[in-house]
Structure formats: C-alpha cells, structure tokens
C-alpha cells in the first residue's frame, strides 16, 4: 500500500457529543491532526478506522439527529 488514500473528509465538520469524534467523516480529532504527517499506511488504517466508526449503529443515530 504505497499510494495514499484520498481523505474521508466530506466537508461537513461537527464533533460528536463526546467532542472527539467528526460526524462527518468518522475520524477522530487525533486522526484528523495526523492526516497530512501520515504514511500512507497509517492514513488507509485511519480511512478504515473511520469507515468503520460511520458504520455503526451509535454513528448512525448521531447523523440523523
């Protein structure tokens, strides 16, 4: 996995109640920090990882409120 994944970002930037999760793309505030530093590997972990969190029941009832 050489090549970067392009960004989940979706431009819609709000934190969850917890104020550690975006509700747009699912990664954390830590992994939206690391992003532009990331290997390529880490950044397809971080895209699996929020993938992965926006799938989830409690990400889903959030998104529609």
Do not use: Y
């Amino acid at each position: 996995m050489n090549s970067r994944p392009l960004s989940p970002c979706k431009d819609i930037c709000a934190l969850d109640d917890s104020a550690s999760v975006c509700t747009g793309c699912g990664r954390t505030v830590a992994e939206i920090a690391e992003w532009g530093s990331a290997t390529a590997s880490r950044q397809h972990e971080i895209v699996r990882r929020s993938s992965a969190r926006m799938r989830s029941p409690a990400s889903q009832a959030h998104s529609k409120t």
